[in-house]
């Protein structure tokens, strides 16, 4: 099955997703050459100005030609995307308030859909130690529509609880998503 750029073999480019939702940071990620193309979401414009004027060094990513912006609600973007990503990434605020429908059903759809084959994605999923519950749903009604879902988590002090977490998912449900991220 040659999928996910040849199973991560990377014998070509990737095309890559970013939601990002104020972690403009992700596009940093350009100085790898692999990257074919960079879509970033954000929902708020003045956050991008701010990310200019005062991280220039974190900002980098929006001078690179294969950067992409939209600048407005990601959900309403999914909605209209006819592009297949290897990777999409969605680095939202908590499940509550504006970006509520980034942790629906509708959206987890829209996002297999938008999957290359053998794609990944990786969505922020709440810390496990604090919000059990809502991790326990999002894993569940993912299954449903991905195949292949892992929780991982990241120790960052500044968060609450100390860490936050990842759901990761994959499509075919032979595909196991990778453990190690140096081998994406």
Same mark, same amino acid.
């Given at each position: 099955?040659?999928?996910?750029?040849?199973?991560?073999?990377?014998?070509?480019? &990737? @095309?890559?997703?970013?939601?990002?939702?104020? #972690? /403009?940071?992700?596009?940093?990620?350009?100085?790898?050459?692999?990257?074919?193309?960079?879509?970033? #979401?954000?929902?708020?414009?003045?956050?991008?100005?701010?990310?200019?004027?005062?991280?220039?060094?974190?900002a980098v990513g929006f001078n690179d030609p294969? *950067?992409?912006? /939209? *600048?407005?609600?990601?959900?309403?973007f999914m909605r209209k995307s006819q592009t297949k990503y290897d *990777?999409?990434?969605?680095?939202?605020?908590?499940? &509550?308030?504006?970006?509520?429908?980034? /942790?629906? @059903?509708? +959206?987890?759809?829209?996002?297999?859909?938008?999957?290359?084959?053998?794609?990944?994605? #990786?969505?922020?999923?709440?810390? &496990?130690?604090?919000?059990?519950?809502?991790?326990?749903?999002?894993?569940?009604?993912?299954?449903?529509?991905?195949?292949?879902?892992?929780?991982?988590?990241?120790? *960052?002090?500044? +968060?609450?609880?100390?860490? &936050?977490? /990842?759901?990761? #998912?994959?499509?075919?449900?032979?595909? @196991?998503?990778?453990?190690?991220?140096? @081998?994406?």
């Amino acid at each position: 099955m040659g999928s996910f750029r040849q199973q991560r073999g990377m014998s070509s480019l &990737i @095309k890559r997703l970013s939601h990002t939702f104020r #972690c /403009f940071h992700t596009l940093t990620l350009v100085k790898f050459s692999l990257l074919e193309e960079v879509t970033l #979401c954000e929902i708020d414009g003045e956050v991008i100005n701010a990310a200019k004027n005062y991280m220039p060094e974190m900002a980098v990513g929006f001078n690179d030609p294969r *950067v992409k912006v /939209f *600048v407005g609600d990601g959900l309403e973007f999914m909605r209209k995307s006819q592009t297949k990503y290897d *990777v999409i990434i969605t680095d939202s605020s908590d499940p &509550i308030g504006p970006a509520e429908g980034l /942790f629906g @059903k509708e +959206y987890y759809q829209l996002l297999k859909s938008s999957l290359a084959p053998g794609g990944v994605v #990786c969505s922020q999923a709440e810390s &496990i130690w604090l919000h059990l519950d809502t991790v326990k749903q999002l894993i569940g009604f993912k299954k449903d529509i991905i195949p292949v879902v892992s929780y991982a988590y990241a120790t *960052v002090p500044s +968060y609450p609880g100390g860490s &936050i977490g /990842f759901l990761i #998912c994959s499509d075919p449900p032979s595909q @196991k998503p990778p453990r190690d991220p140096s @081998k994406i």
